[in-house]
């Protein structure tokens, strides 16, 4: 059943002549307008042949079915988003790792953000297509010295990484003029750092600490 579903959200053939090559990237962006402007329901094969100006019989040559052309979508822009992670040598403080991360954060929001959007909030996660797009590129833990007296640090990466993220998609929803502003990556940074630098807390039982990344989604 799971190589099924597997095999349902893969491409039929890959293009390999410039024709084919530019009718699946014609399928692909009608894909991404319906998506974007009308939402995963009123996605159709039909909608997305007569959008991208093809025959439906071109769109079953390379695609079974919107699921198979959704996931190919998303497999492009997992790869945009690897894109985005920051370069360098590793953090020496919680400030630098925390800066760093809401930097990819911001920058993979950025990445077509209304695409980014739907995949993570509007595809349907119970189907096959929902537990193939869940999984976005992930940033290294950094050393666990960086992290402190918090008694669990699973449960603390979690906080912390969904509430960067709802503070930067309101931003980019609201005020997106946001996302370029120096002061705003300081003020997130600033609330995530209050959150998990407790000099004056509890260290968790057995002493040592390990240390969870803000991950981007």
Request: aromatic share 4%.
């Amino acid at each position: 059943m799971a190589k099924r579903r597997r095999s349902a959200l893969l491409p039929r053939k890959q293009p390999r002549q410039e024709r084919s090559r530019a009718t699946v990237e014609a399928i692909l962006q009608a894909t991404t307008y319906i998506l974007t402007r009308s939402g995963w329901d009123q996605l159709t094969t039909n909608a997305i042949a007569e959008r991208a100006g093809v025959n439906i019989a071109s769109l079953y040559q390379y695609f079974p079915n919107k699921a198979a052309i959704v996931a190919e979508l998303r497999r492009r822009h997992l790869e945009q988003l690897r894109g985005c992670h920051a370069e360098g040598p590793p953090p020496k403080t919680l400030h630098e790792a925390l800066s760093a991360s809401v930097e990819t954060l911001i920058r993979q929001r950025k990445t077509n953000g209304e695409l980014h959007r739907i995949f993570e909030q509007e595809l349907p996660r119970s189907s096959a297509l929902g537990l193939a797009t869940a999984t976005s590129p992930s940033a290294s833990a950094w050393d666990p010295s960086l992290v402190r007296h918090v008694p669990d640090l699973e449960l603390a990466g979690f906080v912390a990484r969904t509430a960067a993220q709802a503070v930067i998609d309101e931003a980019a929803s609201e005020r997106p003029a946001l996302l370029d502003s120096p002061r705003f990556k300081a003020e997130l940074v600033t609330l995530l750092e209050r959150y998990l630098d407790r000099r004056d807390g509890v260290p968790p039982e057995g002493g040592s600490a390990e240390a969870t990344a803000v991950r981007p989604s």
